[in-house]
């Protein structure tokens, strides 16, 4: 007889070749042995119940075949209980009406089957997760070792550079300080030039010595606010603000008028009070003549002038005055010393480049942080730094591992930040669970925090979002990095010992 048609007892697995039909059965506890008769014959002789698959001893187990599903062993006590196996094969002696319904788990057998290929791929590609962070902590450390030498000479340039800096602003300093002196000066004289031209002008406008009125100052056509050759009481008004002014009143007025202003002394042509005397006599007449003709020209001249509104000779007057006046205040020209400033800026300039590839270096040497944070046994959570993973529902919802989780509104609202707070998995897999705190408070309620599980799979990707208690907030993920080396998933060889 071949060993395929050799038949086992009753609930016995065909891939055990303990029991062979015609030879003394050994227990598998090697307790005793006993002839093949005394096998499933309802009476239990093993302690181990091996030889009594069926329902005899207490402790034993019954194998159901289960083909086309996931086979199965069941306590001997649930054989005959008139609950069936999907073969049926437990349920020969008690009457039980059972139907076959192990083709109907196939499904669930190919799902099993895919989460398993899922779980393979994934380990797998943790693998290569932990080869990629174990070459980039390599580098970092190279490169971190490499700046740090860096820092030490940039830091003795930048010192170097301090003092040079330092000793050309001396002279610089003392420089703009004399000069700002100086300028103050100059604007101190010039605002009591200012104040002296004010006075005198109130003084000339201010006929009666009463303040300065409307009637007044309608005496200067020149202050016509339009220009248009007609200064009226109203515009002679709106310049005072009121109907007459004092010298202190007068300072506001004058801001407003003191670029068009022509003093009355220079508005008249001077005549010598002589040749006003010698106009009586006839015989002077001739001799005067020739001076009275001179005088019209000088008047036709401003007249022209001033019909042209180019420059007439009271304008002119003002602008020379107006050059000296900004003479006077100009900044003096730099002496020896000042041009110390040209050298001070070269020595700032590189003294700022210094402290900026300083500034550059510890940017560098934040990788520090990186390299001593814990991504896991191998670091095989590493290449989520610095990554961000998005799901859209009703809200967008982003993952930014070990940093933040956010939740913002899909059509538009403020958004909602938490920062990384710890690993949060239980201790035997610390790593399962991510924890995201400092939320922004619930109205009455506690602190908005996020919970991050994580499950295996073959792609880095935000699965589900859900609110289980009033804001805290859990987040499924899945990443090869959670992933574990599967088990032997040949379902047929799943029980191979009792």
Known sequence: ISAVEVQRPRGVPLSRPFYEEGKPFTCLDGSRTIPFNRVNDDYCDCQ???????????????????????????????????ICCCDTTDEYNSGATCQNTCEMGRKEKEIFQKLAEVAKEGFLLKQQLIQEAKRGLEEKKAKLAEVEVSKKDIEAKVESLRTVKEEAEKPEKEAKERHLKAWEQKAVIRMEKDKAKMA??????????????????????????????????????????????????????????????????KQ??????????NKEPPADTDSEQYPDEDIPEEDDDEEDDEDDEESPPTTHTQEKKADEDDEEGAMPPYDEETQQLIDAQKARDEFDEAERALREVDDQINIEKEISFDFGPSAEFGYMYSQCYELTTGYVYKLCPFNRVSQKPKFGGSETN?????????????????????????????????TVKLTCGNETVITATSEPSRCEYLMEFTTPAICNQPKNMDLTDEHDEL
């Open 268 to 277: 008249d042509i001077p005549i010598d009070p002589p040749q006003e005397e």
């Open 418 to 450: 938490l920062t990384w707070g710890k690993w949060a998995g239980p201790e035997d897999n610390i790593y399962s669970v991510m924890k995201y705190e400092h939320g922004t408070g619930c109205w009455q309620g506690p602190n908005r925090s996020t």
């Open 200 to 265: 005198e002008v109130f003084a000339e406008l201010d006929d009666d010595a009463d303040g300065v009125s409307v009637a007044e100052l309608l005496t200067h056509s020149e202050l016509d606010p339009d220009s248009d050759g007609s200064f009226t009481e109203v515009e002679a008004q709106v310049l005072l603000g009121v109907e007459k002014v004092d010298i202190a009143a007068f300072e506001a007025v004058w801001s407003n008028i003191k670029d068009k202003y022509i003093s009355e002394a």
């Open 48 to 82: 181990d119940g091996s030889d009594e698959p069926t329902s005899a001893c207490p402790n034993g187990h019954f194998h159901c075949t289960n083909a086309g599903f996931r086979p199965a062993f069941i306590p001997s006590s649930r054989v005959n209980d008139g």
